[in-house]
């Protein structure tokens, strides 16, 4: 998804309660997913400013206001109209967002944690691996030492063995 997509459908929907707004809610969670929290809170600024824009140019005349099916009515752009427009704009893109920001966060911090730990159990199942090598060699050469000796009193190298 283009960042750049929702930008130009904000500028050019043409209408300040375009039922196209609350679909930014999914450009931006997408965004979030795909993406690190600067480009996210960067792309909701420029949603945000683009929509203001719209606003601005729909309230100078330059943008005709295009009807929208259930909306109120094709009255004037009033400033008190706009400023709450805005404040919703801000709050649909704003708010997903945010969370969806954090929610990155604490999943790139678990992941992080869990490379971690995955680290430190390959450490220890190597540092296992050499402690049961080295202690399977140091058990090893005694056990063959007394082996030897066996054989040699069992040959009779020596003499017959006695119960001594």
Known sequence: MVPGRAVVTACWSSSYDSPLLPSYVIVVAVLSLLSNLGVTILSSGLILVCYAAMLALIAAGALPLMPVLGGPSD??????????????????????????????????????????????????????????????????????????????????????????
């Open 75 to 164: 009255g004037p752009l009033t400033t008190s109209h706009a400023l709450i427009s805005l404040a919703y704009c801000a709050i649909v893109v704003g708010v997903p967002a945010f969370f969806s920001a954090a929610t990155m966060r604490v999943l790139r911090r678990r992941d992080a944690d869990l490379k971690a730990r995955t680290a430190q159990l390959i450490q220890a199942a190597s540092q296992r691996s050499q402690i049961v090598a080295s202690m399977t060699h140091e058990l090893r050469t005694p056990i063959h030492g007394m082996q030897g000796l066996a054989d040699v009193i069992a040959a009779g190298v020596d003499g017959p063995a006695t119960e001594k």
